[in-house]
């Protein structure tokens, strides 16, 4: 009987990782309403899966309504749920859970501890993930190679190289997972020559790099232009019998497109194809943003068309990654279709398509998404609210974008960064709030930028606010003495007014400091 339930439970365990990995919710609905009516339901092993089935489909809420009919006296719930949230990528959710966990006093095993380092270096909670680490030394878990490379890990991504090389120089018995992870922490801090220093030291220990460690520091010396190392590390790659593979070229590629060298970008393209290797989706999602301009945009149109050729084009990082190109060339209509034709959204598409109507004055467009995204329980991000407070902005929706503002802090948890508060500023002084937009500023916790300033002292030129625009311009100043575009908007203000005593002297000003103003230019493509 018991070999029989055995293979039951296991056969719906199989059928529901199916489900899960086809994102077929209406299907792996119907199979729990059946295991519920035959009783199978509550085995904690399947609401396990469940819970996987429901947080891989985001219906979060689902899942944690499962998680709470489980015994708090099981602890596999808690492994369950925290690492199905770490996974599928609900990182601060698992942060939260694992913060439950402790409030209940339940006893945290080896098992919970990857998954929510995972977490913490995901979100860049640094401070979480050392009160984790201090737990595993407590309770003898340093010994454990998975709790040592999340660790490693973790420290990386939070930008705590030197942490994750001491972590990993205290390892007994040190593996290619964990060299990796500290190999990644150096190409993210841009420490990408240390990292093959250590690659070359490892040797002599008997750790092999494989082809994620090269393509790694591959990844690091293309984002940082150095186009000589990467060369040496495609030669130190076959010199270990090792091919550089469709990733060594995606990374090439990447980091090509993000130091603007398009063209070479597109040249290295057609090399790989030469080299007898296929592109895979991020290959073409990475160079799609090379072709966000008009001027590229046949170049564009000829990438989309060459992903619907292999097959690629229904991926969802190319979709999205589609979705904004046609956005910001300016080709809104061919952006909405394509998202509408999208069965599978992530984060980044809503963000890129409420940027497109916000950006091209959609506004209302955009807020509508936005509240779309709110009702279908989907992930916001701190670009979904730089995204609507922008089309707030621009539509002058005051008293909502400040209800916004509120909600994204204390609804959301997400502490506001630069750009919102930029946001913010330019709401209300366009609305000719001035004085609100100041006091915002001086309540700041975090030092304003040029982007804030920049905010208060164009609403001022608007509204004609002299004595604020001085202070505005003076900050800005200190920020970016050499440029001159702030204090030409702060003479055309002045002139506004009458006040020619200031325009003279400030023009003075800007001649004694040899201040020039940049000319305009337009950029037209030839035949």
Known sequence: MHRLLQSSTDAYANLLEIYARDRALKSGKLLHAQLIINGLAHLTYLASKFITFYTGCGQISDARKLFDKIP???????????????????????INVFSEMQAEGSEVNK????SILKACGHVLDEE????IHCLCLKKYFESDAFVISSLIDMYSKCGQVEKAKKVFDGMFEKDLVALNAVVSGYAQKGLVEEGLRLVEDMKFMGVKPDVVTWNTLIAGFSKKGEYLLVSKVFELMLAYGIEPDVVSWTSVISGLVQNFRYGEAFDTF????????????ATISSLLPACMSAVHLKCG???HGYAVVIGVVDDIFVKSALVDMYAKCGFISEARTLFYKMSEKSTVTWNS??????NHGYCEEAIQLYKQMEEEGKKL?????TAVLTACTHAGLVELGNSIFNSMQEKYKITPRLEHYACLVDLLGRAGKLDEAYDVIKTMPIEPDLFVWGALLGACRTHGNIELAELAAKHLRELEPGITGNNLLLANLYADAGSWGNVARLKKMMKKRKLRKFLGCSWIEGS
């Open 72 to 94: 708090k006296t099981n602890v596999h719930r808690w492994i369950s749920i925290i690492g199905a949230y770490s996974r599928r990528g609900y990182y601060q959710e698992a």
């Open 111 to 114: 098992y919970v501890i990857p």
């Open 128 to 131: 979480t993930g050392k009160k």
């Open 270 to 281: 057609t090399k790989m194809m030469k080299q007898g290797l296929y592109p895979s989706s």
């Open 301 to 303: 149109k000829e990438v």
């Open 353 to 358: 398509m409420i940027f497109a109507y916000a």
């Open 381 to 385: 991000d701190h670009l979904t609210f």
